[in-house]
């Protein structure tokens, strides 16, 4: 069964270049805004939530649908790259942000993060794939923090190792016996609602430390060639030689066991200057499934800290 996600306090669109971004808020009305930064590219932040709530009990938290996805679908075949992701969140923060900017971000969510605050740092990395001559720079200010949970890896080698490892765990004997067992369950004839949900569950199962910890989670979409023309806009990408220029305080937490290596976090956390970086044990990709509480101890604090809250 999906957990019940609460009503947002207000929501809204941001209109960015004609695509209408679609926002929603959690948590008390002036208090210390946060704006929350979900993973894919191509999904939306549904699938953050009710977990990732905690984040609103002394903040107000801004989940926001990136281009592409969820409730900021478009209908054009215009390409998507990760510096329209970036444009975008800079109207996004323009828009719903008028103090100091706190991003945070899990998964893609968090290397759009940080692509977001070396653009405002004045490097302005390649788009491959775009038009020749083309010169499209993003007027971004630049955040006060980062919060990044998992981030998504930082090289096109380090990229290449989790979808390795990931492709592994999928084809794993205990992943395998979880399909075999719900096959035999009867489930899709019974209740063809939860049928689904499971065989969604199993489908990402290798993110998970422990595959039959993949349970009770928001089932999401991820737009396919959104996904594609993004990740392919990065090339063979290596933000690490770069990430010097990201001077605001940040965290990085990773679990140990996420198929995106934790040497990618921990390169991330020598890189730049003002990063701290927490380990969680016995945690894949999804700690706020798998370690909730160990999560939360790192990240509430933390942003007590940067925010005053």
């Known amino acids: 069964m999906s957990p019940t996600i609460p009503p947002p306090r207000e929501s809204g669109t941001v209109p960015a270049n004609d695509v209408p971004l679609y926002w929603a808020a959690w948590g008390p009305s002036g208090a210390p805004r946060?704006?929350?930064?979900?993973?894919?590219p191509g999904a939306h932040h549904d699938y953050l939530l009710p977990q990732l709530l905690r984040l609103a009990e002394r903040h107000d938290a801004v989940f926001y649908d990136q281009r592409g996805g969820g409730r900021s679908k478009f209908d054009n075949l215009a390409t998507v790259t990760w510096r329209t992701q970036v444009e975008?969140?800079?109207?996004?923060?323009?828009?719903?942000?008028d103090g100091p900017l706190h991003l945070v971000g899990y998964s893609w969510g968090a290397l759009l993060a940080m692509l977001y605050a070396l653009?405002?740092?004045g490097v302005?990395?390649?788009?491959?794939?775009?038009?020749?001559?083309?010169v499209h720079r993003v007027i971004a200010r630049p955040p006060a923090s980062l919060t990044l949970i998992d981030p998504a890896p930082l090289s096109r080698t380090h990229r290449n190792d989790f979808e390795t490892e990931f492709a592994r765990r999928q084809q794993s004997s205990a992943v395998q016996?979880?399909?075999?067992e719900l096959t035999a369950s009867g489930l899709r004839e019974r209740d063809p609602d939860a049928y689904r949900q499971r065989a969604f569950e199993l489908s990402v199962?290798?993110?998970f430390h422990d595959s039959a910890r993949a349970r009770d989670l928001t089932p999401f979409r991820v737009t396919g060639r959104v996904q594609q023309s993004v990740w392919e806009s990065l090339g063979d990408f290596d933000l690490l030689p770069h990430l010097k220029a990201i001077t605001c305080p940040t965290l990085i937490v990773h679990g140990r066991q996420d198929p995106i290596p934790l040497a990618s976090a921990e390169a991330a956390a020598r890189a730049i200057p003002a990063a701290r970086i927490t380990v969680l044990?016995?945690?894949?990709?999804?700690?706020?499934?798998?370690q909730p509480d160990a999560l939360f101890a790192a990240v509430l604090p933390f942003l007590a800290e940067v925010t005053g809250a």
């Open 34 to 40: 946060i704006l929350v930064l979900h993973g894919g």
């Open 88 to 97: 975008d969140l800079a109207h996004v923060a323009d828009a719903l942000v």
């Open 119 to 121: 653009e405002a740092a």
């Open 124 to 134: 302005h990395l390649p788009v491959v794939g775009a038009p020749l001559g083309e």
């Open 177 to 180: 016996a979880l399909r075999a």
């Open 205 to 207: 199962a290798g993110y």
């Open 281 to 290: 044990e016995e945690s894949g990709h999804v700690p706020y499934v798998e």
